[in-house]
T-cell receptor, first 112, second 114 residues
Framework: GQNIDQPTEMTATEGAIVQINCTYQTSGFNGLFWYQQHAGEAPTFLSYNVLDGLEEKGRFSSFLSRSKGYSYLLLKELQMKDSASYLCASLSPGAGSYQLTFGKGTKLSVIP | KAGVTQTPRYLIKTRGQQVTLSCSPISGHRSVSWYQQTPGQGLQFLFE???????NKGNFPGRFSGRQFSNSRSEMNVSTLELGDSALYLC?????????????FGPGTRLTVL
């Protein structure tokens, strides 16, 4: 499987911009997902990147560099409700078909 | 459409017992994956079922098993429970077998083993 590394915790101020980085093993890589998980709730899909470059969706953008095994999630105009864990997940071949390997998540705290 | 549902939401068991968790995917979704989430290890893949067949299995002992029914509902079973099995068990469904399809997660079953 893939080793996914992302920071454990980050703190940012309301209205600011924050970048959450994620690195992964490149062998067998087939795409990268970002999920948001509020405390006590299920993860919800944010983005999927398979090609190099930046994908923008409103206040959230996700970037991928396949050659470097690197992705980041960019959150602009931070709001208090963005306080959550952000999970990076790599898609790669598993024992039978493709499977998602998740990082341990980055807990983002947005402060006033 | 209704979202992914999981029952029960909370469960308390003792060591050595077994447990069965249930997941109903979004209507029309044929793929169901199961994950274990703990504070120390994060989200770890257990297995995936598609059209009643197990397509993929994570690195968990044989005490963890699952199945999928013809209506795409899925169950997972954990036998001979250990303290370390205390976790949030999440299932996720997606429409097709294509692995890059978005997965929709259920609210999870919180299992506590005493």
């Amino acid at each position: 499987g893939q080793n996914i590394d992302q920071p454990t915790e980050m703190t940012a101020t309301e209205g600011a911009i924050v970048q959450i980085n994620c690195t992964y093993q490149t062998s067998g890589f087939n795409g990268l997902f970002w999920y948001q998980q509020h405390a006590g709730e299920a993860p919800t899909f944010l983005s999927y990147n398979v090609l190099d470059g930046l994908e923008e969706k409103g206040r959230f953008s996700s970037f991928l560099s396949r050659s470097k095994g690197y992705s980041y999630l960019l959150l602009k105009e931070l709001q208090m409700k963005d306080s959550a864990s952000y999970l990076c997940a790599s898609l790669s071949p598993g024992a039978g078909s493709y499977q998602l390997t998740f990082g341990k998540g980055t807990k983002l705290s947005v402060i006033p | 459409k209704a979202g992914v549902t999981q029952t029960p939401r909370y469960l308390i068991k003792t060591r050595g017992q077994q447990v069965t968790l249930s997941c109903s995917p979004i209507s029309g979704h044929r793929s169901v994956s199961w994950y274990q989430q703990t504070p120390g290890q994060g989200l770890q893949f257990l297995f995936e079922y598609f059209s009643e067949t197990q397509r993929n299995k994570g690195n968990f002992p044989g005490r963890f098993s699952g199945r999928q029914f013809s209506n795409s509902r899925s169950e997972m079973n954990v036998s001979t429970l250990e303290l370390g099995d205390s976790a949030l068990y999440l299932c996720a469904s997606r429409e097709t077998g294509a692995p890059n399809n978005e997965q929709f997660f259920g609210p999870g079953t919180r299992l506590t083993v005493l």
